[in-house]
């Protein structure tokens, strides 16, 4: 048994649709991965699967997370045993300020698995401490402290609802983050902050699995390893350096060699 | 117990039943007859006309039909087999074979702690329990700048020709329980707020149902003079009962006045027994540059029709209208929330927020209208619902009549099922599916609660909402 985010033979349909052909690839705590791709490589659905979307389906394969089965759990038991997701396209929950949203988030994590929420048998967060961490992780991230008491994520900006998925990844602590095109619409300088906060979690007890479009945030996030995503499958793994051949000549020259085609968006991506 | 339908016993024995719906049917459709009204009257010191009024009140009551729609059809209710409450001072000679019980000590003390927990925020208390006063009382300043809260009875006999006034001023009843509700009325509140006076905490009435088979008519006025304020908080509650055996009812009615430039709040809680049928109508006049605020929350009951007026009387005249409903199991909910505007410059806003469970069902009618030369006229009117299961229905039935030209007027109505979306956001932090259902409720009703000028009913609305969703109501 190991810590290891292992993902065995993975494949993923939406909608009966096949997206997902058959990954593997294993992050083990204290590691940071990077999957990049072109658009529609699969890269995002890999991200939901592993979250558990019911949409998602997986057609065959095992992921294993701490030595777990993590197909047979609900999202929820997911989050507990340590898994989080920073959502491409964060949803807006009406009426729920931030901070009770973070701090119910707060106790189910810590709640541990198969423990019922809701009342009765719920694990004490200490209020001042909590308070205390949401204002640091508010200003690592560059979010006014009235965020604090505003809607989840109800107008934001799509900057600061990239920024708040990662104000939550700070205050949730988990074991194991995917980040799925975190960086996408953000400027430098956000970029800037948010490969700060992940640094920040990095450490013995904490891996990531970076998906993203662009080279840009893999100069501040410094993966250990990074993948390439095609057409449903890892087609190239290596080290920081595959990154920079990525942004100098695009993804064109290995879709040639994989002889796929080449559409005009993939040109030239840097 | 009263048992004024001893006389239809017998006969109700031999009655083939009968569905509720229309006023054609034969056999016996009310509860009680005239000898019963008389004798109910009488008991209760009572002046001619108003005898001659609740007696014409009954005789409409026989014919007009029931009250409903097509969305609203009310089955399991026969009217005639509810027994309307009377006072205890007058039970006993209304019907002499069984006289009404004394209410059970428990709940009695159930009702006082619930009075209580409020007195220290409420400048006057009114408590009624299964149609007999357990309390009625203001703060004496208040009583000394002559502001009224009375007891319907007591009104009758001080305050015979405002009562008269406000009976006589009620729309005529086109259903047949507004038309009995009327006839038979025991209690209810009358409060007066003369000119220039501020009535700064709530006044609070309690209106506690918890007899099985019971009817319950109540006739309420509240009137706001110029340049006056107050807050009144209306709870219907049937304590802590189980389910009752049998239906029971309440009908009541509420009229308004807001004088020139006055302000008045009416907050009404119902969390009532599911065996109860509720029939509110509540109706108000807002004068020049009045505000009324109106904050409705439903929670209980087996059925409620309720319906709101405001009619904007004067200009500059203002009223806001918040409903919440979240309904289960088998509930019924049919909401009328109409918006008159009836002189220029005046703003009318009204939001609706309904969730619904199981197999519930809600209606909402939304009439604006916007009276000729009514111009500058500003009216809203939201209406949204949740579906959170596949089982309920909701629909919303709005109507504009715009007769002036120079005017805003702006409607939506919405029904939706949870976002699965939201759904798996809030369970990939952790949070299980009840937890997360439980979240996007709270944050549906938020925004729409934190529109009610009053803290004491947001708090008690957030808990009654708590309440449903544990499913204690």
Same mark, same amino acid.
């Given at each position: ?12 349909? #939406? ?18 991965? !990077? ?57 807006? &929950? ?102 700060? !906060? ?14 993203? +479009?662009? =080279? ?38 290995? /879709? ?15 | ?31 009680? @007859? ?20 609740? /007696? ?20 399991? *209710?026969?009217?005639?087999? &509810? ?36 007195? !220290? ?12 006063? #357990? ?113 029971? $009812?309440?009908?009541?009615? /509420?009229?308004?006045? #807001? ?24 109706? !108000? ?25 405001? #009619? ?7 009223? @806001?209208? $918040? ?7 088998? =509930? ?8 008159? +505007? ?32 009514? =111009? ?34 702006? +409607? ?6 949870? @976002? ?13 599916? @009840? ?20 803290? *004491? ?6 808990? /009654? ?9």
């Amino acid at each position: 048994m190991t810590d290891a985010l292992e993902i065995r033979d993975l494949h993923v349909s #939406v909608e009966g649709k096949a997206i997902v052909k058959g990954v593997d690839l294993t992050v083990r705590k204290g590691e940071v991965h !990077a999957i990049m791709g072109p658009n529609g490589s699969g890269k995002s659905t890999l991200a939901m699967a592993l979250m558990g979307h019911p949409k998602y389906e997986v057609t065959r394969g095992e992921v294993l997370f701490k030595g777990q089965n993590v197909l047979e759990l609900e999202p929820e038991e997911r989050a507990k045993l340590g898994l989080f997701l920073a959502f491409q396209y964060p949803l807006e &929950i009406s009426g729920v300020p931030l901070s009770r949203f973070l701090l119910q988030a707060l106790k189910a994590r810590l709640g541990g698995e198969g423990e019922k929420g809701g009342g009765n048998g719920q694990p004490k967060v200490d209020f001042r401490e909590f308070r205390k961490q949401l204002k640091e992780s508010l200003k690592l991230l560059r979010l006014d402290e009235s965020f604090a008491t505003r809607y989840l994520n109800e107008g934001f900006s799509g900057g600061e609802k990239k920024r708040c998925e990662i104000l939550q990844m700070l205050m949730l602590k988990p074991e194991m983050a995917i980040l799925d095109e975190t960086d996408s619409g953000l400027d430098i300088d956000s970029v800037k902050v948010v490969a700060a !906060a992940v640094n920040r979690l990095r450490g013995p007890d904490f891996g990531c699995l970076a998906i993203t +479009h662009y =080279q840009r945030i893999l100069n501040y996030l410094k993966p250990d390893v990074v993948h390439v995503m095609v057409d449903g499958r890892i087609v190239r793994s290596g080290g920081p350096e595959l990154a920079q051949e990525l942004e100098e000549k695009g993804y064109e020259p290995i /879709l040639r060699e994989l002889g796929l085609e080449v559409s005009e968006a993939e040109k030239g991506v840097a | 117990m009263a048992t004024p339908t001893n006389a239809h016993n017998a006969q109700t024995q031999t009655e083939t039943p009968r569905t509720n719906g229309t006023g054609t049917e034969t056999g016996p459709t009310l509860p009680v @007859d005239a000898r019963w009204v008389e004798r109910l009257s009488r008991a209760r010191g009572e002046p001619d006309w108003l005898l001659r009024w609740r /007696l014409e009140r009954l005789h409409q009551a026989e014919t007009l039909p029931m009250p409903g729609s097509r969305y609203t059809r009310i089955r399991g *209710l026969k009217l005639h087999e &509810i027994e309307p409450l009377a006072l205890d001072s007058v039970s006993a000679s209304v019907s002499a074979s069984t006289p009404t019980p004394a209410p059970a000590a428990g709940l009695e003390r159930a009702l006082g702690e619930r009075v209580e927990r409020g007195r !220290a925020e409420a400048a006057g208390v009114y408590a009624l329990l299964d149609g007999s006063v #357990v309390s009625c009382e203001l703060e004496e300043s208040l009583r000394r700048r002559g502001v009224l809260w009375l007891d319907v009875a007591q009104a009758i006999k001080e305050h015979p020709e405002l009562v008269r006034r406000a009976l006589e001023q009620l729309p005529e009843p086109r259903d047949r329980v507004t038309a009995l509700g009327r006839a038979l009325f025991t209690s209810g509140l009358f409060v007066y707020v003369p000119k220039g006076v501020e009535v700064e905490r709530p006044l609070r009435a309690v209106y506690a149902m918890t007899r099985p088979g019971a009817g319950l008519f109540t006739q309420s006025a509240l009137i706001v003079e110029e340049g006056s304020s107050v807050t009144l908080l209306e709870e219907h509650t049937s304590l802590e009962t189980e389910p009752f055996e049998r239906r029971a $009812v309440h009908a009541g009615e /509420l009229a308004v006045v #807001v004088g020139p430039g006055a302000r008045a709040s009416v907050a009404g809680v119902q969390g009532l027994n599911a065996r109860l049928y509720q029939f509110m109508r509540r109706r !108000a006049r807002v004068q020049r540059d009045g505000q009324l605020a109106w904050a409705l929350g439903w929670l209980g009951g087996r059925l409620t029709m309720s319906h709101v007026e405001t #009619v904007l009387d004067g200009p500059g005249a203002e009223v @806001d209208d $918040v409903q919440v409903f979240f309904t289960a199991g088998r =509930q019924h909910v049919d909401l009328t929330s109409n918006l008159i +505007h009836s002189k220029p410059h005046t703003r009318g806003e009204v939001n609706v927020k309904g969730v619904l469970k199981g197999q519930s069902q809600a209606v909402f009618w939304g009439l604006i209208r916007i009276d000729p030369g009514a =111009q500058g006229a500003n009216a809203f009117q939201a209406e949204r619902s949740l579906l959170l299961e596949r089982g309920p229905k909701s629909n919303a039935i709005p109507s504009l009549e715009i007769l002036a030209n120079d005017v805003r007027c702006t +409607h939506a109505a919405a029904t939706s099922p949870v @976002d699965e979306e939201q759904l798996f956001y809030l369970r990939s932090r952790g949070l299980d599916e @009840d937890e997360a259902k439980k979240l996007i409720v709270d944050g549906f009703f938020e925004p729409t609660i934190e529109k009610i000028p009053l803290p *004491l009913v947001q708090t008690e609305l957030r808990l /009654l909402l708590d309440r449903k969703w544990q499913e204690e109501l």
